[in-house]
């Protein structure tokens, strides 16, 4: 947003003068040229902090056709982002069974979204990450830093994303950034748990550094059976 402001003032400096001469049409274009600017200092901030690529997705309703083009946004969670994240985590649930939280329990705190996105949102050791396309959010990764002297070092990590956006760098994307902010914060422990019999995960973290540093036996209940979580952690020196 910076990197407008210089233009901005020699836009408005000029402006006067312009509209003395009798080139009117240049003035009008000037002005508009200048609501523009306007525009996008309000989209930076709206966004604040944001990275855009396009990424390739397979059209999963008609594979034969050629593949799409997405644009991904990533962004901080904002607080009217409310209530379209509490319908993401009930459609995550809904897709996979590797979400700690049920899709009727999603269903049942959706209520409560307003006020936990507020409580994320004013939280300083807290960090949300949304990815979206076209507007509508289709993955995350959360963050949440140790309170307290002995663990303030540490912080646990999430992520979640869309099925239909699985392998598609969706999630290496919001992963990348959200290490980056670890890393900014001097944060030299980063942790997670993963379900021992969700294979890709652990691959995907591992690409990043991530090692397996223990098991918690029958940790989890999971349609009657119990499963092991796989305890990761990545190591910044």
Partial sequence: AATFLPWKRLLRKNVDAIEDATD?????????????????????????????????????????TTRLRV???????????AAE????????????PYTLLSESENRALASTQPER????????AQQVLVATDNAALIGFVALSQG????????CSLMTG?????????????????????????????????VMENNAPAIRFYRKFGFQREGVKRNALIVDGAAVNEICMARIFC
Avoid: C
């Fill in 24 to 64: 009117r049409r240049l003035a009008a274009d000037v002005r508009r040229i200048s609501r523009e600017v306007d525009r996008l200092l309000a989209e930076a901030e709206r966004t604040r902090d944001i990275l855009v690529q396009m990424l390739p997705v397979e059209n999963r309703d008609d594979p034969e």
């Fill in 71 to 81: 644009r991904l946004y990533l962004s901080l969670l904002r607080q009217n982002d």
């Fill in 85 to 96: 994240f509490a319908q993401l985590l009930i459609k995550l649930s809904s897709e996979t």
């Fill in 117 to 124: 996105t507020r409580q994320l949102i004013e939280a300083p």
């Fill in 147 to 154: 309170g307290f002297e002995k663990n303030r070092h540490a």
């Fill in 161 to 193: 994303v869309l099925r239909d956006y699985w392998r598609q760098g969706v999630a290496s994307a919001l992963l990348q950034r959200a290490l980056r902010w670890v890393e900014q914060r001097g944060i030299s422990r980063v942790e997670l748990t």
